[in-house]
């Protein structure tokens, strides 16, 4: 475990990363106000995370009015807490799911970089094309796959790179396989980038 201090949104924080746990896929790093006891920020990888803004106790429990989640950079979703009503009597059970509840994403879901070298099974390395290495083109080439709930990548675009590789960036990570991605429980198909290098070294 490491520690170092940021800043979010101005507010100077206290953070921790844990290191070589592979239990939630990426590392987690974990950001405290140091003079409430709460949970200020998370952060589960690069580009991806969850802040909690304007933090306050309510009969016994903190909560935010304000919950913005980012993946892969982009804000997908935010939350505000125009009220609060007080109840005259809550329980913890009150603010738990029930149990039957099932997270059930819309479409496919997002996955940083992370949790994709985690849930790699089988890599197949590209056949550099005689014409590009000819010419002596290289490079990187940005491929944007769909995993299938199978681990199987089902659909392949390459989005970025020299021209005359992407092809073969292409028909070589339509023959990886990953592990299924799970979300309580069942698998989800996903869409994630990742980058194919050619080297004439």
């Known amino acids: 475990m490491e520690s170092n201090r940021c800043s979010v949104d101005k507010v100077d924080l206290q953070c921790v990363r844990l290191k070589g746990d592979l239990t939630f896929l990426v590392n987690d790093a974990y950001c405290f106000q140091a003079d409430r006891p709460i949970l200020r920020y998370t952060n589960a990888g690069n580009n991806n995370g969850t802040m909690y803004n304007d933090i306050f106790l309510f009969q016994g429990h903190f909560l935010a009015r304000d919950i913005r989640e980012i993946n892969s950079g982009k804000r ?29 994403p819309a479409g496919k ?18 056949d550099y094309p005689p014409d590009a ?34 092809q073969a960036a292409i028909d070589a990570v339509l023959k990886w396989e990953y592990r299924p991605f ?20």
């Open 76 to 104: 997908r979703m935010v939350l505000h807490l125009d009220s609060l009503e007080q109840s005259a009597t809550l329980n913890d059970s009150d603010l738990t799911p029930p149990s039957g509840a099932v997270l059930t």
């Open 109 to 126: 879901v997002e996955i940083p970089s992370d949790t994709r070298r985690v849930l790699l099974l089988r890599q197949v390395p590209p």
């Open 133 to 166: 290495r000819r010419f002596g083109i290289s490079g990187k080439v940005i491929v944007q796959i769909t995993i299938g709930r199978d681990g199987r990548v089902t659909n392949a675009q390459a989005i970025n790179g020299p021209c005359g590789l992407r």
């Open 182 to 201: 799970l979300i309580s429980g069942k698998a989800t198909e996903v869409e994630t980038t990742l980058p194919i290098i050619f080297s004439l070294g």
